[in-house]
């Protein structure tokens, strides 16, 4: 079982959005993910959809997400339960960061469009590099 240091996990950014993926195919697991993002005051994910489950935990601050049309509150120790494939972004609408744990059952996890086409990201691991 291993330990691993967040700390020392690699960051990633988008503007006003942090990145760290704690759990991972890098770390050799096959079927979910484990993120931790800081979302700035005022930025938003961008649109996205991905085609597995996703939990993701408000661990501060507050927002709200567009999700399947619908917008929902997203405050303080909230969880919110994405389907796969349905087209999603979260904003935050608060003045202090927001913070949250999503989990993703897939891994690596493949990201894309609203319109289905893959959405490049900062964190993406190339094909070549999972460890199998």
């Given at each position: 079982m ?16 942090e990145?760290?993926?704690?759990a ?5 697991i ?6 931790r993002?800081?979302?700035a005051?005022?930025?938003s ?18 927002g ?5 049309g ?8 909230t ?5 796969p ?5 979260i ?18 996890v493949?990201?894309y ?5 893959h959405?490049?990201?900062?964190w ?9």
């Amino acid at each position: 079982m291993p330990v691993i240091l967040n700390s020392q996990l690699p960051k990633h950014e988008l503007p006003g959005l942090e990145h760290l993926t704690l759990a991972g195919s890098n770390q050799g697991i096959r079927s979910m993910e484990v993120w931790r993002q800081i979302i700035a005051p005022g930025v938003s994910t961008p649109v996205h959809q991905h085609p597995c489950e996703e939990v993701i935990v408000i661990l501060t601050g507050s927002g709200e997400v567009v999700i399947d049309g619908t917008t929902e509150a997203l405050n303080l120790d909230t969880t919110l339960i994405v389907p796969p494939n349905v087209v999603h972004q979260i904003t935050n609408i608060g003045k202090e960061p927001m913070h949250l744990i999503g989990t993703l059952g897939m891994s690596p996890v493949r990201v894309y469009t609203a319109e289905g086409e893959h959405l490049s990201l900062p964190w993406d691991i190339p094909d070549s590099l999972i460890k199998k």
